[in-house]
């Protein structure tokens, strides 16, 4: 069974992963994980208690790791355990999904050095936080590139297509049904 994992966070942008979250818990089990286990309050004011604390989470026990992005990461930059946790998913092969400015995470983590990638983060801003040097900016909605997946804020529906195709969750008409209906074509 598939077993998912989202990293919620004060802040976290609820509406980039809403739509890939729904298809993941349609496919298995989805838990989300914040740091300390503590009740966060996402960026479109809704508050949520975590199911588990991130830092004793075993990558081992999922399959995917979804991050969206935020408003604000500085608050975390000092949090060491949860790069670290990023960078254990990343080596034990496990599917990382970061949509908008959850690449930060990534890149802070060391998991994009070498890797293609894309973002909602401006030139300017990417050059300002300095973690993602060593890793290649692609200017696409959604850019796989081997287990990551990274995307634009408002590629929702490129960015849920992609974790469906690299975990295999669609048949091929149930991957063009679910993009008819949630891309309105």
């Not at 608050?75 to 959850?102: Q, R, T």
């Not at 293609?116 to 050059?127: F, K, M, S, W």
Request: aromatic share 12%.
């Amino acid at each position: 069974m598939l077993r998912s994992l989202h990293f919620i966070y004060n802040g976290f942008s609820e509406y980039e992963v809403a739509l890939a979250c729904s298809m993941l818990a349609s496919k298995g089990e989805l838990y989300t994980a914040s740091l300390d286990r503590q009740d966060v309050r996402g960026e479109g004011g809704f508050t949520l208690r975590a199911d588990l604390n991130f830092n004793d989470v075993n990558a081992a026990d999922f399959d995917i790791l979804v991050i969206s992005g935020m408003l604000d990461a500085k608050p975390y930059w000092e949090a060491m355990s949860l790069f670290a946790k990023i960078a254990e998913f990343n080596s034990d092969g496990k599917v990382i999904a970061a949509i908008c400015g959850g690449p930060l995470f990534l890149g802070k983590a060391g998991v994009l050095r070498g890797k293609r990638y894309t973002c909602g983060i401006p030139l300017e801003g990417r050059n300002e936080v300095g973690v993602f040097s060593g890793a290649e900016f692609v200017d696409q909605d959604v850019v796989t590139d081997q287990n990551l997946i990274t995307a634009k804020g408002f590629a929702t529906v490129g960015f849920a297509l992609a974790i469906a195709d690299k975990l295999a969750l669609f048949n091929q008409n149930e991957r063009k049904k679910f993009e008819s209906l949630w891309s309105g074509k």
